[in-house]
């Protein structure tokens, strides 16, 4: 092959030259090599690329001109075309006029008569910016694949086109299940159908739609997620695909609603225990007026019976004021080293015989847990309320059982345990029809009942809760609608200063030890302050009031009244009693004080503590308590 004018070969070995003929004029690149990967020709368009006129190459090296990352890939390929078939295509990065480069080459060995390669022609293209785009699209794919949320892409009718491998991870559907059984990933969760229709009436006119989707896994479990749907569309402005993001927000739902949850129990908590307080000091009138009766009517015995009824339903009061305080958590918590199995062989062994014949009880203890720190009272009201649930909920009989066991806070964390401490479980389980989540949602509340005209006061499972916090417990429950019901109580192991309850007697009708000293008594309440009086002055005391704690400093510090003891309401407007407390003990610090409350939270006992005042009486008291404590105030006074 001949030179022509319009295509001058360029000025190396003639037939060399010659072997690029075709590609004179290509604007692929061309070069021919020697072996050893010299330079034997090229055409233009390589020179072009590579920035030096065609007669510049003859005996440079080409290797010298690549990337060095790729210079072992590039030896290990040229020894592989010295084998048939003696051709291979391969991209490397160039050191080109316009920098690194791209290109990919398609080379071919060219060999003599004897079949031994002579030179190779490699032809050459710039593939840079394909390269970069295919790395671009990598990148994105990964992270698309790799994406902490989950990404579908579906057809705008809602058939998954693509999913990442977060959305079979969280729906715990397989790729096969999606595509093959064409599940509609984006009709699931809406709260209703009609949310659904206008999600689909959002995203067909195209616009963006976001929200929160409940949906279940394929196991079943629940999962809430945040979703973002967009229509994405082609040149035509139509819309091809729906782009949907779905994030996981399954844990932050469940904290949100413990946080409501607490909130709303607090909240309730305290309102009940402020009316609850009101009542304490209406039901100790209550109470003592009729005690007050009973001792000066004994000898009618209907006028008896009668009054016998008004104080067993002001007792009845009492208890459930008191139910409303614990689950308000307003009383203290009376802590003695117990057995828990003990308390429970107590309790079945009533149940045995109270419960139908129809519900069978099975205990599970483990024996291996001692005796540690609780309000034995308080923990058998809890276990009480959560039996008598369990047989109200089995109408038809079932099984109850109650199994304890021990379990590191550790593996409690969901439930925000101490992960130190190491708590005692006991489980009560029913086989009763379970609960809808509408009412699983409320049973603490108190007040809450679905046993309207049937004796349910909603009060049961509001002082389980109000119990199990004050012990620094924790509470989990398992049910569903005909799965029966468990009831998993967590509490702390580890001991607490023992803080012994205080012992009142329970005679029914007042009996006041007599005596004649003189008595202050300090009390807001009228009625109250008015049977304190009566009763004192019946019992021989001599005694004077003061209806308010100025009044009673008034008396304390300003007159020339003496007395032997002083008794202190705490809950007074303007002056309480815990600021008088302090001006007689240090005006008059041998003078005794018998403080009585409707109101002793940890904090005031803790002030009373303080200031080293150890008789205290809880409202409502039984005359009879009150007037013992008195006696025995006075009588210690006497002989110090
Ligand atoms: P009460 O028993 O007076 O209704 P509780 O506070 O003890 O009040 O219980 C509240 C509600 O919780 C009950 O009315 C009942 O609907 C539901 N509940 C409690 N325990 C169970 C149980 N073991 N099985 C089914 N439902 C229960
Ligand atoms: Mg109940």
């Not at 394929?218 to 999962?223: A, F, L, W």
Request: aromatic share 6%; with cysteine.
């Amino acid at each position: 092959m001949r030179p022509t004018a319009a295509h001058p070969l360029p000025a190396v070995a003639a037939p060399a030259a010659d072997l690029l003929e075709p590609w004179a004029a290509s604007l692929e690149l061309a070069v021919l090599l020697d072996p050893e990967g010299r330079v034997l020709a090229v055409n233009r368009a390589f020179a072009r690329k590579f920035g030096q006129p065609v007669p510049a190459w003859g005996g440079r090296s080409f290797p010298a001109l690549l990337h060095p990352d790729d210079a072992d890939d590039w030896a290990e390929a040229a020894a592989r075309l010295k084998r048939p078939p003696y051709h291979i295509s391969r991209e490397h990065r160039w050191q080109t006029a316009q920098g690194w480069r791209w290109l990919a080459w398609e080379e071919t060995a060219l060999r003599d008569a004897a079949g031994e390669p002579f030179a190779v022609r490699a032809i050459g293209r710039d593939v840079t910016k394909h390269r970069l785009s295919e790395e671009h699209f990598r990148k994105i794919a990964q992270a698309v694949e790799q994406a902490p949320v989950s990404i579908v892409m579906t057809t705008p009718g809602g058939m998954a086109q693509y999913v990442n491998s977060r959305f079979t991870e969280v729906t715990g559907y397989t790729l096969e299940e999606i595509f093959e059984r064409g599940i509609p990933v984006l009709r699931e969760g809406h709260a209703s159908e009609t949310a659904y229709r206008q999600f689909c009436v959002i995203v067909a006119a195209g616009h963006k739609w976001t929200g929160e989707l409940h949906t279940r896994r394929k196991d079943g479990t629940e999962v809430w997620e945040f979703v973002q749907v967009s229509p994405i569309r082609n040149h035509l402005d139509e819309i091809t695909y729906l782009l949907c993001l779905r994030e996981d927000i399954t844990e932050r739902k469940v904290l949100e609603d413990q946080l409501r949850q607490a909130q709303k129990m607090e909240s309730i908590g305290t309102l009940a225990g402020g009316i609850a307080h009101d009542f304490n000091n209406i039901i100790a009138i209550i109470r003592g007026f009729t005690e007050l009766s009973l001792t000066v009517a004994p000898a009618d015995v209907r006028l008896t019976r009668y009054l016998g009824s008004v104080h067993d339903a002001a007792l009845r009061a009492s208890g459930l004021v008191s139910q409303i305080l614990t689950f308000s958590r307003k009383t203290e918590v009376a802590y003695r080293a117990v057995r828990l199995d003990e308390i429970i062989h107590e309790l079945m062994g009533m149940f045995a015989e109270t419960f139908p014949r129809a519900i069978e009880l099975r205990q599970e203890l483990d024996e291996s847990i001692e005796a540690f720190s609780v309000d034995p009272n308080q923990i058998r009201q809890v276990l009480m309320n959560l039996c008598v649930n369990a047989r109200d909920a089995m109408t038809e009989g079932g099984v109850l059982t109650i199994s304890t066991r021990r379990v590191p806070g550790a593996q409690l964390v969901a439930l925000k345990a101490d992960p130190e401490q190491e708590y005692a479980c006991i489980s009560l389980s029913d086989t009763g029809p379970g609960m809808e989540p509408e009412v699983r949602a409320r049973i603490f509340e108190p007040f809450f009942t679905t046993k309207q005209g049937h004796g349910g006061t909603g009060l049961g499972l509001a002082v389980v809760y109000g119990v199990v916090t004050n012990h620094h417990g924790l509470l989990d429950l398992e049910t569903a609608p005909g799965r029966g019901t468990t009831f998993h109580i967590y509490l702390p192991l580890k001991k607490r200063e023992d803080n012994p309850p205080q012992v009142f007697g329970d005679g029914r009708a007042a009996h006041i030890p007599p005596g004649r000293e003189r008595v202050l008594v300090v009390e807001d309440e009228l009625p109250l302050l008015e049977l304190l009086d009566t009763v004192l002055k019946k019992a021989g005391y001599q005694v004077r009031t003061a209806a308010n704690g100025a009044e009673a400093v008034e008396q304390i510090c300003g007159t020339s009244h003496e007395r032997d003891v002083v008794v202190l309401d705490l809950n007074m407007p303007r002056l309480g009693g815990i600021d008088v407390l302090k001006i007689i003990r240090q005006n008059h610090p041998g003078l005794p004080v018998l403080v009585v409350s409707g109101h002793l939270t940890p904090e005031i006992r803790a002030e009373l503590k303080e200031l080293g005042q150890e008789h205290v009486l809880e409202k409502p008291f039984e005359l009879s308590a009150f007037g013992q404590m008195l006696r025995s105030l006075l009588d210690a006074k006497q002989s110090a």
